[in-house]
């Protein structure tokens, strides 16, 4: 069964920092020519797209919101994506998602396999 699982959700204090981990299983060959991406949804607002890489290696991309605050990151044995997000921001609050699909795309309807989300709270 391909799934993604996300963790590393919880609370962080405005200038603290928070590490999120989407493990991938099932998900064979697929990956190699995907590209897996992080999304967020606050509270009464749409899918916001935050960051995505090319899990073949490099291309990155982010969102203006957290450029140069939030890295993305793989590990191809572990099959896990990372997002390292530091300085937060109270306009950070949400539930991040982990997504796959096949193009280089900051739309969410491009995607075709999304984790569970894990809540991410910044208290100010």
């Known amino acids: 069964q391909v799934q993604l699982v996300e963790s590393g959700g919880g609370s962080a204090q405005v200038g603290g920092s928070l590490r999120l981990s989407c493990e991938t299983s099932?998900?064979?060959?697929?990956?190699?020519?995907?590209?897996m991406a992080w999304f967020r949804q606050a509270n009464g607002k749409g899918r916001e797209f935050v960051s995505l890489i090319r899990w073949r290696g490099g291309s990155e991309l982010y969102a203006d919101s957290v450029k140069g605050r939030f890295t993305v990151s793989r590990v191809n044995g572990a099959n896990t994506m990372y997002l390292q997000m530091n300085n937060l921001k109270a306009e950070d609050t949400a539930i991040y998602y982990c997504a796959v699909g096949p193009q280089y795309s900051t739309n969410h309807a491009t995607y075709y396999l999304w984790g569970q989300g894990t809540q991410v709270t910044v208290a100010s």
């Open positions: 099932g998900t064979g060959r697929i990956l190699s020519s995907s590209i």
